[in-house]
């Protein structure tokens, strides 16, 4: 008997091609062919009359043919067939584009049921390409139907075809949720829920349906990551003997805000506790993150121990170790740099003093979880801007010795409603005030027909001592792309327009060591105008930087927009951001009038959610993080909430799921699938 687990190509009219285009799609078994939910369904049930049909509507009509089908070549390649159809109340024109074939399907006079897009006016209407059934036979119409996303060589007849027989294979299907809790939270069997949700009997059965499934993700997330936080928290951690955090700073050139001082209270708290620290520091840019981690760092080279912090980038590996090495050498820490540039004798010298105790603190990029580098006392691991680096790359740093705490930090302000939830394996602490002095960058929103006043404003802001980025979404020029958003075209446009300026070139195609090279440029003054792509997001502190122009900005999320214009502001100079669009929809005006009345990351991060969806927040941030099939976490954020609270309920009377072995089961096999 097959069940779950059963090989796709097993399947009646699949065979060994057709699984490896399943395969594309992510489909390998009868299980994942369930789980391949609908992106959105076609209402085929309801039937409207020619008179009723609107343009730019999707209709089922009941119709008969008025005249036989007319084909001709329009040019080569190109074949139109048209016709007229009417029912009682109107005609209409029926267009077919390279379906010759149509001529010999539909017949004058006979009745044929069509579903289609609406075209055309009111006195002329239109249907292009509409499928079509003899009114005896509704298989195009009379029902719901799923829309699936294909690859090509695969149809949606043979994709429903596949879900059919495996909903017919896995008959016995055994529900993770006993009845006690469906009732308890309004949830239907699992077995109605893929029958509907694939093939819903009405809208109001499809909605049942994608309730119990998106509740079941939420669920299945939330049980794991509790789990993994429940484990964490009991996990034993290197006991650090408390110090005053005062001691520390007193070492800094200004007084901590209130909420560095609590960041760093709770961090101390977790690292003198006894249990190993899983502790997630977020703030906005600029809110002083890198202070409280090295007040971290400074607590357990008290202790006699060791700690590592590792960036993604050797450029911003060395800011910090340039920011760091003066302070710690006041209060008497230790402090190394390793990189991938590291000399081969320098490295063998710091490798051989942190093996003897003779370093306190390593920073660095990925050079330090190499095998050969080895800490004599290790107790803490802090990971900088964590969503760039991968759970197994944390976890290898973490590794480097027993009981080690571990602290990352991100500058991605996440709506507060989803923090928890992606981070539930972790601790988080908030800044969210910004330090004394920081001045406000001012936002303007301008159309293209700025772009003179904006080069002159480029000018202004040059011979006054500062520094530009541009940031361009695209890379060069593309078919079909207007070249000014082409960060490559845009370079050499603007060398051209302000022939005194030293204008850079950066984008993600470059190799690792030529984008270094770039950015050590604009960070020594060598470079005037920064053009790039977003690869400049997360980065390096440029104190010259006063100026942040983003073109099509329409293309950024706000979160985005909000860590680009993070990028200036970091000096003396008053710092500007503008935001140039060619789109003028009212949409484009709302989301851009955001950026240009508010600076707080965190209210951005909320506003993207309701306006965009939380793409911007489910990207990179989500290595080693289960992808959620149907559930949209801005449309469902109430089921959300249900689903978390019901992972704690069921995890307090069941805390290792050994009474619920198939719950496990699917746990593990989600959180299996998002590292693979």
């Known amino acids: 008997m097959a069940d779950g687990t059963t090989d796709i190509r097993y399947l009646k009219g699949v065979g060994e091609k057709k699984a490896l285009l399943f395969h594309k799609l992510g489909v390998f078994t009868l299980g994942d062919c369930l789980e391949y939910f609908p992106r959105g369904y076609e209402d085929r049930s309801r039937f409207c009359t020619v008179a009723q049909a609107q343009p730019g509507q999707d209709c089922c009509i009941r119709a008969t043919v008025a005249s036989d089908p007319s084909s001709r070549l329009i040019r080569r390649g190109l074949t139109v067939t048209k016709l007229r159809v009417f029912d009682q109340t109107g005609v209409m024109e029926l267009v077919y584009f390279n379906q010759p074939y149509v001529k010999n399907q539909l017949r004058q006079g006979e009745e044929y049921v069509f579903f289609g897009r609406v075209g055309g006016g009111l006195l002329r209407k239109q249907l292009t390409n509409p499928e079509f059934d003899p009114a005896g036979r509704q298989e195009v119409a009379g029902r719901i139907l799923p829309v699936y996303r294909l690859t090509a060589g695969l149809s949606r007849?043979?994709?429903?075809?596949?879900?059919?027989?495996?909903?017919?294979?896995v008959e016995s299907m055994t529900d993770s949720l006993d009845e006690e809790f469906r009732q308890k939270y309004g949830l239907c069997h699992i077995r109605y829920a893929y029958e509907n949700i694939h093939f819903p009997a009405d809208m109001e059965a499809m909605e049942i349906a994608r309730r119990r499934v998106i509740f079941e993700e939420f669920f299945q997330f939330a049980c794991g990551l509790q789990l993994l936080g429940r484990q964490n928290s009991q996990a034993p951690g290197v006991a650090l003997e408390y110090r005053d955090p005062e001691e520390f700073y007193r070492y800094l050139p200004y007084s901590?805000?209130?909420?560095?001082?609590?960041?760093?209270?709770?961090?101390?708290?977790?690292?003198?506790?006894?249990?190993?620290?899983?502790r997630l520091i977020q703030g906005d840019v600029g809110s002083g993150k890198t202070m409280a981690a090295a007040a971290c760092l400074w607590l357990a080279a008290k202790n006699r121990t060791q700690g590592a912090m590792m960036a993604p980038t050797e450029l911003l590996a060395r800011q910090h170790y340039q920011a760091l090495e003066p302070l710690f050498r006041q209060c008497?820490?230790?402090?190394?740099?390793?990189?991938?540039?590291?000399?081969?004798?320098?490295?063998?010298?710091?490798?051989?003093?942190?093996?003897?105790?003779?370093?306190?603190?390593?920073?660095?990029?990925?050079?330090?979880?190499?095998?050969?580098?080895?800490f004599a006392r290790p107790a803490l691991t802090i990971a900088d801007e964590q969503h760039r680096f991968g759970v197994a790359q944390r976890r290898t740093l973490t590794d480097k010795g027993e009981r080690v705490h571990s602290l990352v930090m991100s500058a991605t302000p996440i709506p507060r409603t989803l923090a928890l939830m992606l981070y539930g394996d972790l601790?988080?602490?908030?800044?969210?005030?910004?330090?004394?002095?920081?001045?406000?960058?001012?936002?303007?929103?301008?159309?293209?027909?700025?772009?003179?006043?904006?080069?002159?404003?480029?000018?202004?802001?040059?011979?006054?001592?500062?520094q530009a980025y541009i940031v361009c979404p695209l890379i060069e020029g593309e078919a079909g792309e207007d070249e000014r958003q082409s960060a490559a075209v845009y370079a050499q446009d603007l060398a051209r327009r302000l022939p005194r300026l030293r204008v850079g070139l950066l984008h993600g195609r470059m190799k690792a060591r030529e984008k270094e090279e770039v950015m050590a440029q604009f960070v020594e003054?060598?470079?005037?105008?920064?053009?790039?792509?977003?690869?400049?997001?997360?980065?390096?502190?440029?104190?010259?930087?006063?100026?942040?122009?983003?073109?099509?900005?329409?293309?950024?999320?706000?979160?985005?927009?909000?860590?680009?214009?993070?990028?200036?502001?970091?000096?003396?100079?008053q710092s500007y951001c503008v935001l140039v669009s060619g789109n003028q929809s009212e949409k484009t005006r709302r989301r851009l009038q955001v950026?240009?009345?508010?600076?707080?990351?965190?209210?951005?991060?909320?506003?993207?959610?309701?306006?965009?969806?939380?793409?911007?927040?489910?990207?990179?941030?989500?290595?080693?993080?289960?992808?959620?099939?149907?559930?949209?976490?801005?449309?469902?954020?109430?089921?959300?909430?249900?689903?978390?609270?019901?992972?704690?309920?069921l995890l307090d009377q069941d805390p290792t799921l050994e009474h619920n072995p198939l719950l496990l089961e699917k746990i593990r096999r989600l959180f299996q699938r998002a590292r693979q």
Do not use: W
């Open 595 to 649: 950026m240009t009345q508010c600076s707080d990351g965190f209210r951005i991060a909320e506003e993207d959610l309701k306006l965009r969806g939380p793409g911007d927040f489910f990207g990179d941030r989500q290595h080693g993080l289960p992808e959620f099939r149907i559930a949209d976490l801005s449309a469902d954020a109430g089921l959300l909430q249900q689903a978390r609270q019901a992972a704690e309920e």
């Open 256 to 278: 901590p805000t209130g909420a560095q001082r609590r960041a760093v209270e709770e961090a101390f708290r977790d690292m003198c506790g006894g249990k190993a620290m899983n």
């Open 157 to 169: 007849s043979a994709v429903s075809q596949a879900v059919r027989q495996a909903l017919e294979y």
């Open 525 to 573: 003054g060598q470079i005037d105008v920064l053009v790039s792509t977003t690869v400049i997001e997360v980065g390096v502190n440029v104190p010259r930087a006063s100026l942040m122009v983003v073109e099509d900005a329409e293309r950024f999320g706000l979160s985005q927009l909000h860590q680009l214009r993070g990028r200036v502001g970091r000096g003396e100079m």
């Open 332 to 374: 008497g820490v230790r402090c190394g740099l390793l990189t991938g540039s590291t000399s081969k004798k320098q490295k063998a010298l710091i490798q051989q003093a942190l093996a003897a105790g003779e370093l306190d603190v390593l920073v660095g990029t990925h050079a330090l979880i190499q095998q050969d580098v080895a």
């Open 427 to 466: 601790q988080v602490s908030v800044i969210d005030e910004a330090p004394p002095g920081r001045k406000p960058t001012p936002t303007y929103a301008v159309n293209r027909s700025y772009r003179p006043r904006l080069d002159a404003f480029i000018q202004k802001q040059i011979d006054l001592g500062g």
